[in-house]
Antibody, heavy 119, light 111 residues
Framework: EVQLVESGGGLVQPGRSLRLSCATSGFTFGDYTFNWVRQAPGMGLEWVGFTRRTVDGGTSEYAASVKGRFTISRDDSKSIAYLQMNSLKTEDTALYYC??????????WGKGTTVIVSS | QTVVTQEPSLTVSPGGTVTLTCASSTGAVTSGFYPNWFQQKPGQAPKSLIYSTVNKHSWTPARFSGSLLGGKAALTLSGVQPEDEADYYCLLYYVGPQPWVFGGGTKLTVL
């Protein structure tokens, strides 16, 4: 069964850091790009960024709202994608989803992990 | 900054047909934007319905179809069921530093 399971969310003070993980199973991790998407309470979906497949360079792209603060990485040996979030702001409070992507097709999503940034 | 626009809300009767659209502030949406459509019900993660404009997954009900319509991406529901009441989001791909942009979502009410 294909699964993506996010973890690492929690309550954090503004300016601090948090690292989210997306553990996967049931498919070949290295075949996919992985995106992070977030949803603030009562709001719509916002694309955060992605990490390309290692064969495509493993590079990442980010939304303007998080560029320079967030870093997405991947460990193909562990089948895990990461979202390192630094200099967190209250507006980063959201449910963070991980989704796999093969040729512009985000077919499977995790259930998400909640991040609350508050003093 | 690129903006993707969807109808904020639509209402349809059970058994009816409704079309949701997805427009880009950059101009006409083409297949090169690889439109994706997602359904999200309260308390659940988004679920992919359509990718690359028209392609369905094995789990996508036949009553859902994707297309390009008048310079926009479109999602048509034919023979709407009560369980189709949900939020629907489109997602477009742009060549450049911020490749993916979601629309603001359409709240579909079945009444």
């Amino acid at each position: 069964e294909v699964q993506l399971v996010e973890s690492g969310g929690g309550l954090v003070q503004p300016g601090r850091s948090l690292r989210l993980s997306c553990a996967t199973s049931g498919f070949t991790f290295g075949d996919y790009t992985f995106n992070w998407v977030r949803q603030a309470p009562g709001m719509g979906l916002e694309w955060v960024g992605f990490t390309r497949r290692t064969v495509d360079g493993g590079t990442s792209e980010y939304a303007a709202s998080v560029k320079g603060r967030f870093t997405i990485s991947r460990d193909d040996s562990k089948s895990i994608a990461y979202l390192q979030m630094n200099s967190l702001k209250t507006e980063d409070t959201a449910l963070y989803y991980c989704t796999r992507d093969l040729q512009w097709n985000m077919d499977v999503w995790g259930k998400g992990t909640t991040v609350i940034v508050s003093s | 900054q690129t903006v993707v626009t969807q109808e904020p809300s639509l209402t349809v009767s059970p058994g009816g047909t409704v079309t949701l659209t997805c427009a880009s502030s950059t101009g006409a949406v083409t297949s090169g934007f690889y439109p994706n459509w997602f359904q999200q019900k309260p308390g659940q993660a988004p679920k992919s319905l359509i990718y690359s404009t028209v392609n369905k997954h094995s789990w996508t009900p036949a009553r859902f179809s994707g297309s390009l319509l008048g310079g926009k991406a479109a999602l048509t529901l034919s023979g709407v069921q009560p369980e189709d009441e949900a939020d629907y989001y489109c997602l477009l791909y742009y060549v450049g530093p911020q490749p993916w942009v979601f629309g603001g979502g359409t709240k579909l009410t079945v009444l």
